[in-house]
């Protein structure tokens, strides 16, 4: 018997004496909790996630969807980046700007590969305003989860508003529990037992995150 089998075989044991007409998981729990905390306009809910995205010292950008690719160009020349890796499902016009050379996502591409790779960039499925969490969850436009983990610099495009909700319950509704989803607040950190704050332990080292909209806005960097 595989471990599988008896897993599955506990579970069946301890819902033997469930009735049937048992009320569904869904509905048996209230969820009368805030699903936002304070009323906000679309703009004043994308400055809270600027501000918590850059409190967890991810670096933010704005700008229109016509100044983007010159952005994000502007980014990778900053960075000194001559190899950038973007999902095959991106925006071609996302490199527009760049003449940094690109590098395919490869199923067959090895961590030693990716960590040689000096950028990476997505776009992402949602963001979080009260949490300033960025969710991608394997999309075209955002590509394998590896691809966002191994890379040292990772640029991530946020469409304003659409792709930005107010809390977490607000995003869980946007997103399929049945995707690989990864939860960004901040570039990976981790801290010892003396509080020495280490960064790139288990992702980027840099997070930027650039918020689009047809609305011109003056570039934030925080």
Do not use: F
Not at 20 to 43: I, N
Not at 96 to 113: F, I, L, N, Q, Y
């Amino acid at each position: 018997m595989s471990s599988r089998e008896r897993v599955l075989g506990r579970v069946r044991r301890a819902l033997a004496d469930v009735p049937h007409d048992e009320t569904p998981y869904e509905e048996a729990v209230p969820r009368e909790y805030l699903r936002e905390h304070g009323e906000r306009s679309v703009e004043e809910t994308v400055d809270l996630l600027a501000e918590n995205l850059a409190d967890y010292r991810a670096v933010v950008h704005r700008c229109t969807s016509g100044e983007l690719a010159a952005q994000i160009g502007r980014l990778l020349t900053a960075r000194g980046s001559k190899t950038v890796l973007v999902p095959p499902g991106a925006d071609a016009q996302w490199l527009a700007g760049t003449d940094a050379e690109r590098v395919p996502d490869r199923a067959e591409s090895t961590p030693h590969e990716l960590d040689q790779v000096d950028s990476v960039v997505t776009g992402c499925a949602v963001a979080v305003a009260e949490t300033g969490t960025i969710v991608l969850d394997g999309s075209p436009d955002q590509g394998r989860r590896r691809i966002t983990l191994v890379p040292d610099h990772h640029i991530c495009v946020v469409r304003v508003p659409e792709q930005v909700v107010s809390s977490v319950p607000q995003a869980l509704e946007r997103l399929d529990p049945a995707r690989p989803l990864t939860w960004i607040s901040g570039p990976s950190a981790t801290s010892d037992i003396e509080l020495d704050r280490v960064e790139g332990v288990h992702g980027p080292r840099t997070l930027e995150v650039v918020l689009v909209s047809d609305q011109p806005s003056a570039d934030v960097n925080s």
